[in-house]
């Protein structure tokens, strides 16, 4: 029996591969905040946490530890996607602190997870870091701070990879394609649109995780690899630019004091 912590565990993709590892007898453990969404995956132990919190991740983190100190797949799949600008009530950019910085921490935090999985969609066109603004104060645009987030999880796995190559640790990126999933957020005419389409011709979200499953299951041993659906990407590619990633890196460290 293995155990797996699963981010955004109680709504769509999260929720349907939690599901899925309980059936098979495994230990899941979720964390989210909706403990009614919670309550739709039963078996599986719930952590209630708000993960745009630094203090939030950093408690779960304790506690997991505590609990599941051998942690085989660490699986990210929470999002939370925001047409306008918002800060959290540590004064971080929210889509930043959800989706990049509870994922380093996490990732950086958990005791030796054999491997992590990042639902991320690596080596998407048109993501870079804004070196000089990373929380976005000037002309914020909800689709800059997604692709931001996802050029800074590509950054993730490079910077991860280089440090536990050694120990056997695997960082796996992986975009799943179109879903019919979840898709939380606070959306704008045009986005909600294209989400509405995304929901009517997305795979359902029983197909749209098998390849999430796959790469937990059979982790590739490279430290770093990364996917689109079943099909491995190049990490041969600007995304993944080591002196960015280490960068990156550092300056996240210091964000996080």
Partial sequence: MRTLVITGGTDGMGKEIARTYVARGDTVVIVGRDAEKA???PGAVFVPADLSLI???RRVIERINAEFPSV????????????????????????????YLSRFLLSH???????????SGPG????????????????????AAQFQAGRANDLLGVAYAARHAADGRRYVLIHPGSVSTGF????????????????????????GVKPIIARIDTPPPAPLSAFVLHEPATLDDPSFDPASAERLHDLTRKLLG
Avoid: Q
Wanted: net charge negative.
């Fill in 124 to 143: 998407v066109p048109g993501g870079r870091i804004h070196w000089d603004d990373l929380m976005l104060t000037r002309g914020y645009d909800g689709m």
């Fill in 39 to 41: 309550r739709t995956v």
């Fill in 109 to 119: 935090g958990l005791t030796a997870p054999k491997t992590v999985v990042n639902v």
């Fill in 55 to 57: 203090s939030e991740n």
């Fill in 72 to 99: 085989e797949a660490l699986v990210l799949c929470a999002r939370y996607f925001r047409a306008t600008r918002h800060e959290t009530a540590e004064g971080i950019e929210s889509v930043f602190a959800l989706d």
């Fill in 184 to 207: 939380c957020g606070e959306f704008d005419a045009a986005t909600a649109a294209h989400v509405a389409r995304l929901k009517r011709y997305g795979k359902p979200v029983a197909e």
